[in-house]
């Protein structure tokens, strides 16, 4: 069996590389909840692309799909011209996804491919609707690496990347997210106190945006009181209310959209990750239809619209979100998940769970724990990564379609590295 030379990674690729730091392997194949190297080495995904293969690697449905179409001569790529192919998604989405939960009234803006674009979009058209400046953000958000989204994140280490180009970060007010302060401290409270305050040195905002689960924040979830407290206060305010649901949409919190349970209507929500059910780039942004004053081509990309992703994601509308079964089977996987992940946390020290759904972590207190933790993993046989600010949560983002004895596998694979991890520790410790 021939096997790749990885100096050609170290030699051409650039440093900015990140993932096969931690996962040095290189793979050939993939399948369902499981990726094999060259070695011939098969490893549990409890990754999935970062939450852009909800329903898992090569599922068969959308394969056949997308072969059948490119073996038609189907279209690559058609900009934003019209074609069956979108036609079929725009109408599968309006009828799956929105009108069932009375969101009918709702435009979709195709985007460029990434999530960080439809965070741009959402952005440029706050401030167009508004004609104010000023977005209020949270402590621990995660909204893209692109210069506008990266303004909204508050990462210092992606910050960095921006050298010291100042201007390209403001224009944006940080604000304390749900339990930032601890238990028992009111968010809410704080922020309109500051917005009420004349002197705060805050603008009235153009709009409020916030991920219903910080993804690489730390898995910190908003309650849903406090998602509707934002929503009061953006109302209040004559401010947007955006929702990021890049990471924690598509099912990954349980209901398609991650923030059903509050009952909020947000003006803008963006999409993306898993939109196209197939790991193919695809973004779009959700616009209530009396904010949607673009003019044609303002906002633009070559790329917008991905007519691969228009096929896969049909599929996944079609096989996955038609009834509730597909969200119950989520629920009952996600009651197995915290119960996996309870085990973790019972042997390690000072540790606890975060997140919900299918988005769930155990934050282990430090950054050098959870790495450890992390890299016994993958010896072992699970793709598995850290999030937070300092990198201090091990989570858990596996497809949403993982068999449940794949799953358990995956979870007695992270209880024994878990165990090994915090041993090691304590006697380095001591």
Request: with cysteine.
């Amino acid at each position: 069996m021939s096997t790749t030379d990885k100096s050609v990674f170290e030699r051409r690729e650039s440093e900015a590389r990140s993932y096969c730091r931690s996962f040095d392997t290189v793979f050939t194949k993939a399948v369902g909840s499981e990726m094999t190297d060259e070695a011939g080495t098969t490893y549990i995904d409890f990754l999935a692309g970062c939450s852009s293969l909800n329903y898992g690697h090569n599922d068969p449905d959308m394969k056949q799909a997308l072969v059948s179409h490119i073996a038609d001569d189907g279209i690559a790529h058609g900009l934003d011209m019209y074609s069956v192919e979108k036609a079929a998604w725009l109408e599968a989405y309006e009828n799956i996804i929105l009108k069932p939960r009375g969101m009918d009234d709702y435009k979709i803006m195709m985007t460029g491919p990434t999530g960080t674009n439809a965070v741009e979009a959402a952005m440029k058209l706050a401030r167009k609707v508004t004609g104010r400046r000023n977005i209020i953000t949270f402590t621990n958000g995660f909204h893209g690496m692109t210069m506008g989204a990266l303004s909204l994140t508050g990462n210092a280490s992606k910050r960095a990347g921006a050298g010291n180009n100042c201007a390209g970060l403001c224009g944006v007010t940080h604000m304390p997210y749900d339990g930032a302060f601890g238990e028992g401290v009111e968010t809410l409270k704080q922020i309109e106190m500051m917005l009420d305050n004349s002197s705060s040195g805050v603008d009235a905002p153009a709009a409020f945006i916030f991920e219903p689960v910080q993804g690489e924040g730390g898995l910190n979830a908003a309650s849903n009181e406090w998602m509707q407290g934002v929503a009061r206060l953006a109302k209040k305010y004559g401010a947007m209310l955006i929702i990021d649901d890049i990471q924690s949409g598509c099912g990954r919190t349980g209901t398609y959209f991650s923030f059903e349970e509050a009952g909020i209507e947000p003006d803008m929500i963006t999409q993306a990750k898993s939109l196209s059910g197939f790991g193919l780039p695809f973004a779009c942004l959700l616009i209530k239809k009396d904010h949607d004053i673009w003019k044609p081509a303002e906002h633009n990309g070559t790329f917008r619209g991905n007519t691969h992703a228009f096929v896969t994601g049909r599929v996944t509308l079609e096989k996955f979100w038609k009834d509730d079964a597909f969200q119950q089977e989520i629920h009952e996987k996600a009651m197995m998940l915290t119960s996996g992940l309870q085990a973790v946390a019972d042997i390690v020290p000072n540790s606890r769970l975060k997140g919900r759904g299918m988005m769930q972590g155990i934050d282990v207190g430090g950054g050098e724990l959870a790495g450890d933790i992390c890299a016994r993993a993958f010896e072992k046989g699970l793709i598995i990564e850290t999030s937070g600010a300092d990198d201090e949560v091990v989570k858990v983002l596996v497809a949403l379609t993982v068999p449940t004895e794949t799953l358990r596998k995956g979870l007695d694979i992270l209880l024994e590295a878990a165990r090994e991890a915090t041993a090691s520790h304590k006697i380095a410790a001591e």
